[in-house]
C-alpha cells in the first residue's frame, strides 16, 4: 500500500502542479527528456537562489511490466515494479572558474538521499580539472528510451580525479583516474583505476563522435567479481566508441563497448562480454518523438542476445515528460537460468515513465 500511495503521488502531483500553473496564466514550458547521464544531471529549471547558487529538481515514477518465457512447459512469468525518485541538484559558480555540483537523489527504497555526485571543478584556460565522486567518462550510453541499453553494465561511479583538454571547443581529451574496490589475487591494496576518453563535434556540431578505454571493467556499477568478493586473477580493460548524428527532425546513434580480456572467474560463455546499440528518433514537432532500438550483447551474464524496441515521448507543458516504451527480448538458448534447468527463451517490457523539472 506504501508503495502504491508513493508511486501515485510521484505521478499525479507533477500533473495537478501543472494544472495549476496553466491556470494561473503562466507560460507553458516544454519538458526535454534527457538522452545522456550528463542531460540528466543538467535536469530542472535552474532556478538562481543567489548569484553563485543553483538549484534544479527532476521527480521521476516509472513502472514497468516484464513477461518472461521458458524452454519449458510453464506458465509465463509476470512482474511488475514501480520506481519513484526524486533528485536534488545543486550547483556553485565563482567567477566562471571554480563550480561545484552536488546532486542527490532519495528513491522509496532509500532511507536517506543518496549522494549520487559530487563534482569541483576548476578550470584554467583550456584545460579542466575535476575531482569528486562521479562517473567515469567512459562510454556515452545515448538513448530516448527510458530502460538504458545493455551496455550501460560498464558505467563506473567512484572517487575521481579527472584532466581535460579542450581543443578549440571542437575536442575534448581526458584522462581520469579512481579509487577501486577490487583488487588483485594475493594483494591487500585495492585497485587504482585509470582511463582515457576522446569527444569530437564535427559538422557544426550535428556530429559527434568518440572513443575511450577503462583499465578494470570489474570496477563498473555492475560489480562482476561481487560473489568472489571483489578479487581479481586478472585485470580486465574495455574499449568502447560512439557516433551520434542529430538533424533537424531525427536523429541516429551507434554505440559499442567490449571487453579487451577474458574474466578468468567466469565461464568460457560469458567471460569476455560486449554489447552494442543502435537507435533512431523522429521528432514530427517540438513535443513528440518516437524512438527505435535494436541491440545486441555477447557474453553478457543475465542480457538478452538481442533486443528491439520502439518508444514514443511526449514533452508536455510545464516541464512535464513522459515515455511510453515496449522492448522485444530473445535470449541465447540455454544461457541465462531461470532456476535448475530452466532457461529463459524471450521476454517482453512495457515501461511507462514520468519526469516533472523543477
Known amino acids: ?23 494561473s496564466g503562466l507560460d507553458a514550458e516544454r519538458a526535454g527528456n534527457y538522452r545522456t547521464r550528463e542531460e540528466r544531471r543538467e535536469a530542472g529549471l535552474g532556478t538562481e537562489l543567489t548569484d553563485w547558487l543553483t538549484f534544479s529538481g527532476l ?11 521458458f524452454d519449458v512447459e510453464l506458465s509465463d512469468h509476470y512482474d511488475f515494479s514501480t520506481d519513484p525518485s526524486v533528485q536534488a541538484a545543486f550547483d556553485i559558480s565563482i567567477m566562471d572558474i571554480f563550480e561545484a555540483e552536488l ?41 530516448h528510451f527510458v530502460t538504458g541499453p545493455l551496455l550501460e553494465f560498464a558505467e563506473t561511479r567512484r572517487d575521481m580525479f579527472q584532466v581535460d583538454y579542450d581543443l578549440l571547443d571542437v575536442v575534448e581529451f581526458a ?52 560473489e568472489e568478493n571483489n578479487i581479481y586473477q586478472k585485470k580486465v580493460g574495455a574499449w568502447n566508441a560512439y557516433a551520434v548524428y542529430e538533424a533537424n527532425s531525427w536523429d541516429v546513434s551507434f554505440e559499442v563497448l567490449k571487453a579487451l580480456e577474458q574474466f578468468r572467474e567466469f565461464d568460457i560463455s560469458e567471460d569476455r562480454p560486449e554489447s552494442w546499440n543502435i537507435e533512431a528518433a523522429y521528432f514530427p514537432n517540438s513535443s513528440f518523438e518516437v524512438a527505435f532500438r535494436y541491440e545486441r550483447s555477447k557474453e553478457l551474464i543475465d542480457a538478452p542476445e538481442q533486443q528491439i524496441g520502439i518508444a514514443f515521448t511526449w514533452r508536455l507543458p510545464n516541464r512535464i515528460s513522459m515515455t511510453a516504451e515496449y522492448l522485444k527480448s530473445d535470449y541465447k538458448k540455454g544461457f541465462v537460468e531461470e532456476d535448475d534447468d530452466i532457461f529463459l527463451t524471450k521476454g517482453n517490457t512495457i515501461a511507462i515513465w514520468f519526469a516533472f523539472e523543477f
Open 1 to 23: 500500500m506504501k508503495r502504491l500511495f508513493l508511486s501515485t503521488l510521484l505521478v499525479f502531483a507533477p500533473v495537478v502542479y501543472a494544472q495549476q500553473q496553466a491556470e
Open 59 to 69: 521527480v521521476e515514477a516509472e513502472s514497468i511490466r516484464e513477461v518472461s518465457n
Open 103 to 143: 546532486i542527490l537523489e532519495y528513491t522509496e527504497d532509500s532511507r536517506d538521499p543518496i549522494m549520487d555526485e559530487l563534482i569541483v571543478a576548476a578550470d584554467v584556460g583550456d584545460i579542466g580539472f575535476s575531482a569528486g565522486r562521479f562517473y567515469a567518462p567512459f562510454g556515452l550510453y545515448y538513448s
Open 175 to 226: 584522462v581520469f583516474a579512481f579509487d577501486g574496490e577490487t583488487r588483485k589475487l594475493g594483494e591487500s591494496k585495492d585497485d587504482v583505476g585509470w582511463g582515457a576518453a576522446v569527444d569530437a563535434l564535427l559538422l557544426d556540431g550535428r556530429l559527434n563522435v568518440g572513443a575511450g578505454y577503462i583499465s578494470n571493467l570489474a570496477e563498473s556499477d555492475e560489480e562482476f567479481l561481487r
